[in-house]
């Protein structure tokens, strides 16, 4: 089983409808968990972070942490055409020592004109 | 201010044949990372640096990777030789110093490498 788990896609929508995007997660000592975007050829630049569990807003973006399900989401609103990329979960785990980033596969979000 | 520099952007090489990359992190940033992403996946931690220190390098390929960061400050990553299965995006990425939080993870453009 993969540290950190996403549905690679392709999600896709129609403009203006809202995206959600899910991970799941191992059952390890974590800390922080962040979504990345990433454009095709391009490298992956942050989104949201979330440290809490409940529901935190930037935007359109809204990001939402369950610890007991070890389940976090992204709800993107008014989804634009501008906003198909790919969607990666990342975690920090700290039961390793490894302060690092520990990314899922990412999830294709396609967002129909 | 620039953000992670790397070079070169695209690299086609023959198997067995060495590879380098190079990567400058963003100015006073301490921590300075190596991942690689293969295609439709995510990035994966090749090694981490706090200064000139590898304090990460788990899963480093180490018969054939190697990695150095003189001085604290440039970066570079060798593959000697390389294989078919090392082709992939090498992305470099920073942080500030003590700085744990994916919040302020930089990351450059990556070094495309293709191994024919």
């Known amino acids: 089983q993969k540290e950190v788990e996403q549905n690679s896609g392709p999600l896709s929508v129609p403009e203006g409808a809202i995206a959600s995007l899910n991970c799941t997660y191992s059952d390890r000592v974590s800390q922080s968990f962040f979504w990345y975007r990433q454009y095709s050829g391009k490298s992956p630049e942050l989104i949201m972070s979330i440290y809490s569990n409940g529901d935190k807003e930037d935007g359109r973006f809204t990001a939402q942490l369950n610890k007991a399900s070890q389940y976090v989401s992204l709800l993107i609103r008014d989804s634009q055409p501008s906003d198909s990329a790919t969607y990666l979960c990342a975690v920090i785990f700290m039961d390793t020592g490894r302060r690092a980033l520990t990314f899922g596969s990412g999830t294709r979000l396609q967002v129909q004109p | 201010e620039a953000g992670v520099v790397q070079s070169p952007r695209y690299k086609i090489i023959e198997k067995k044949q060495p590879v380098a990359f190079w990567c400058n992190p963003i100015s006073g940033h301490n921590t300075l990372y190596w991942y690689r992403q293969n295609l439709g996946q995510g990035p994966e931690l090749l090694i981490r640096?706090?200064?000139?220190?590898?304090?990460?390098d788990s899963q480093l390929p180490k018969d054939r990777f190697s990695a150095e960061r003189l001085k604290g400050v440039d970066s570079t990553l060798k593959i000697q030789p390389a294989e078919l299965g090392d082709s992939a995006v090498y992305l470099c990425?920073?942080?500030?110093?003590?700085?744990?939080?994916?919040?302020?993870?930089?990351f450059g453009e990556g070094s495309w490498l293709t191994v024919v």
């Open positions: 640096y706090e200064n000139e220190e590898a304090v990460d």
């Open positions: 990425a920073s942080s500030p110093r003590g700085q744990t939080s994916g919040n302020t993870i930089y």
